[in-house]
């Protein structure tokens, strides 16, 4: 029996276990992943978490990743982390590499990710996600991110329907990958394992992946930002990542 229930955001509320959109979602099931434990997973649009889950967890302004446990929720990526690590980790195998310095390293990854990395894949995944959603869904995503303006979002897509307006921003959201590029390259040069902290997975990898995870709806953005030349290790870090066996491909598509 699972012990953990994970609250995710999929696109279809006919579909609940369809493609995981959320990038800070993908941390958490990475995390129970590492940690080897069963999760039932519950699958929410943008108004069920509104709804459903608010009203479930007495928490108006619930997001996911949440998780419940015998009653109890935790929400917030981070904090997931940390609860899972107390829970489940010990010097050898630890979501932070077993040190305080790592917990800082991974908080910085996260940091980083959330802002200079996602500022140049959001307009990306802005323009794809809707075709994953179902008509609630695009309906509360357009009043949320473009207050209710649906000439906004179409302005959007119409701008990176243009060939050099998506090069450029294609190489903007790569261009922000050259520090990591970099750290994996000097990893790789010691022999080292392609991992951020240590020789093992961690959280740190795991909020990479998520925007990877989420930014990889939109078609060009795995070939053009991941797997660009310019970016050969973090490519090597990718499928590190998805042959881990962490990685449900199942809701990656």
Not at 35 to 50: A, C, Y
Not at 62 to 86: C, Q, R
Not at 127 to 132: A, D
Not at 143 to 168: P, Q, Y
């Amino acid at each position: 029996m699972a012990k953990y229930t994970l609250y995710q955001l999929v696109g279809d509320a006919s579909s609940p276990d369809g493609r995981v959109i959320s990038p800070h979602v993908w941390k958490t099931k990475l995390d129970l992943a590492f940690f080897e434990q069963k999760v039932n997973d519950s699958g929410k649009t943008f108004p069920q978490i509104r709804g459903e889950l608010s009203e479930l967890t007495k928490n108006p302004a619930v997001t996911v990743p949440t998780i419940e446990v015998d009653g109890e929720f935790t929400t917030d990526s981070w904090k997931i982390a940390e609860y899972l690590e107390a829970e489940h980790g010990t010097p050898e195998k630890s979501l932070f590499g077993g040190s305080v310095a790592g917990k800082d390293f991974a908080k910085f990854i996260e940091i980083w990710s959330n802002t200079t990395l996602a500022n140049e894949l959001r307009p990306l995944v802005a323009i794809s996600i809707t075709s994953h959603f179902d008509s609630p869904s695009k309906s509360y995503f357009i009043k949320s991110k473009f207050a209710g303006d649906i000439t906004k979002h179409s302005a959007l897509v119409n701008k990176f329907s243009n060939s050099e307006e998506l090069e450029t921003q294609l190489a903007a959201a790569r261009s922000r990958l050259s520090a990591i590029e970099s750290l994996l390259k000097y990893k790789k040069e010691k022999g080292e394992p392609l991992w951020l902290i240590g020789s093992n997975p961690s959280h740190a990898d795991f909020c990479l992946f998520g925007w990877f995870a989420s930014s990889s709806l939109h078609p060009s953005v795995e070939k053009e930002v991941w797997r660009h030349k310019d970016n050969e290790t973090v490519a090597e870090w990718l499928d590190l990542v998805l042959e881990s066996g962490l990685v449900d491909k199942a809701q990656l598509s």
